[in-house]
């Protein structure tokens, strides 16, 4: 309805770290691996397809926009660093086309994912951020692009007030200027179910 390109997050059997550290024992990632390799199919796959048939059947034969797909969600650290070579091999080989997001920068990877919950100051004193940031590795190649998946200031400004706008709005102007680089961007979360909203700030 809205026109835009499609991304999905998929679980790469770590859960958020900043809750409780859960991860899948290693012999059970393969079927993670599937189950993202299904899910694009059901998006992508011809109608002849085991995913692809069942989006026809759902009503909608053409396929659908996914053009992004994030392997996981704020996962950092050892075990991240070496799932995501794993996922993103299987689903570069099955569907060349989609970009793929990581959580932090890996080599090799294409986007990386940054989030930011801060008081209005962070915001006003990193209106630079990206403007220093390198573009090429030391070998020349283009270093991954930037997706600042989640941002907002949902500290110190009650459920929100003219300087939470303002903070919010340099930091944007800064990535921007700054667009060759940080190329997506999210508030975060924009959408909120009005009968729980457990973030007062939510738009």
């Known amino acids: 309805d ?32 599937q189950d993202a390799l299904d899910a694009c199919e059901y998006a992508l796959g011809p109608v002849d397809s085991k995913w692809g048939s069942l989006r026809a059947q759902a009503g909608h034969p053409e396929p659908l926009p996914l053009q992004y797909v994030e392997i996981g969600n704020e996962n950092h650290g050892p075990k991240y660093e070496a799932l995501y070579p794993r996922f993103a091999a299987a689903l570069k080989k099955a569907y ?10 890996i080599d090799g990877s294409e986007m990386h994912d940054q989030h930011f919950y801060v008081a209005p100051p962070f915001f006003l004193q990193n209106f630079g951020r990206y403007d220093q940031a390198p573009r090429r590795d030391d070998s020349g190649r ?3 692009r930037v997706y600042v998946g989640e941002f907002a200031v949902n500290r110190e400004v009650g459920s929100g007030n003219l300087t939470a706008a303002l903070s919010e709005a340099v930091f944007m102007m800064g990535m921007e200027k700054n667009s060759d680089l940080v190329t997506m961007c999210s508030y975060a979360p924009l959408f909120f179910n009005v009968n729980r909203l457990d973030w007062p700030v939510n738009m």
């Not at 999905?8 to 990632?29: Q, T």
């Not at 060349?96 to 920068?105: G, N, W």
């Open 2 to 33: 809205l026109g835009a390109q499609g991304m999905f997050v998929i679980n790469c059997g770590l859960s958020c770290e900043g809750r409780n550290g859960d991860f899948w024992p290693d012999d059970k990632i393969p079927e993670l691996i």
């Open 96 to 105: 060349p086309q989609l970009t793929l997001i990581a959580d932090v920068h």
């Open 142 to 144: 283009p270093m991954p």
